[in-house]
């Protein structure tokens, strides 16, 4: 029997790589039919989805009914919210319980939930302005809570996040982060959500309760440097800046939370204690290759 695998996010980075892997695996794309939430289904992108057999409706986090509608009949779910979307721990810890309750309701089989480390807790309250981690690792504390059948995917650092910090000057690239060159980065394609999202599916009786982390593999800043110059035949630099410093180049809205997540990097290897292990057992799960760094940069401008 098909079941169905409501997917929110779908025109997003992470739930968009979710409904495409789904719909193209030779094994997933028979076990599901793909509903994809969005807030508006007449975009461009959501219309592109109907061409494909994708059931699309309509759903806003901030509405619980919208979310519960949209969950109905659901055997598996992907949830993700966007904290930058609302700028708000609680606005996004609502949004996310709403998903968790809809999937409570339900009786969703699996719910798969984009989650991160709690920061703040990690860090014995050092690191207090991490609100868009600390935001998502509540709702997976909810959802605990609530006993939905559930596995907590950690997607790593952005890849994608790289090319818009780079300074250009002429031919040459510089990178400056509140990193030291050595300080090891679980680095991520958002392309590769589905891979780890099909994965998990794939291995779902054993993988409930469990936490998968999303990463490629560890680089670190002079490894991301030296693979630029790598691919786009440019001498790149890597200059590590004091704290202090780091924020004063950043928007006023996000230069604690982005300072704080680079220090939670270095300090806390930014899955937490199990972040080693963590990842290396995750990468166990794939059917597919991970995305290299040295690949996403050959796919992307510079």
């Known amino acids: 029997m098909v079941g169905i695998l409501t997917v929110f996010g779908a025109t997003g980075k992470q739930g968009g790589s979710v409904v495409r892997t789904i719909l193209s695996h030779p094994t997933l794309s028979a076990q599901y039919k793909v509903r994809a939430v969005t807030r508006d ?4 992108a ?9 059931e699309v409706v309509k759903a806003d986090l901030n509405d619980k009914d919208s ?9 598996a779910v992907f949830g993700v919210t ?4 609302v700028v708000s721990k609680d606005g996004e810890i609502a949004q996310g319980n709403n998903i968790a309750d809809a999937c409570k309701a339900a009786g969703v089989e699996h719910f798969i939930w984009s989650s991160l480390a709690h920061a703040s807790k990690v860090s014995g309250g050092k690191l207090a302005h991490m609100h868009h981690f600390d935001s998502k690792a509540e709702v997976e504390e909810f959802t605990r809570s609530l006993g939905v059948p559930a596995t907590f995917f950690y997607a790593g650092a952005y890849m994608s996040n790289i090319p818009g910090a780079l300074q250009k000057n002429g031919d040459e690239y510089t990178l400056a982060w509140n990193l030291e060159p050595g300080v090891k980065m679980p680095l991520f394609d958002a392309d590769d959500t589905g891979k780890f999202v099909s994965g998990i599916l794939l291995q779902s009786s054993k993988l409930l309760g469990q936490r998968v982390f999303g990463a490629t593999d560890w680089y670190t800043p002079d490894q991301v440097v030296s693979t630029i110059e790598k691919v786009s035949g440019k001498k790149a630099t890597y200059q590590a800046l004091p704290d ?3 924020k004063g180049f950043l928007p006023p809205l996000m230069a604690e939370e982005l300072t704080e997540t680079l220090i939670f990097m270095r300090e806390y290897a930014y899955y937490g204690p199990e972040a080693e292990e963590g990842v290396k057992q995750s990468l166990q799960i794939l059917d597919q290759k991970p995305t290299t760094l040295e690949q996403f940069f050959q796919k992307t401008d510079l």
């Open 41 to 44: 289904p007449s975009k461009p």
């Open 46 to 54: 959501a219309e592109a989805l109907k061409t494909q057999g994708v």
């Open 67 to 75: 979310v519960h509608k949209a969950v109905e009949g659901s055997q």
């Open 82 to 85: 966007d904290f930058w979307s």
């Open 244 to 246: 202090e410093v780091f």
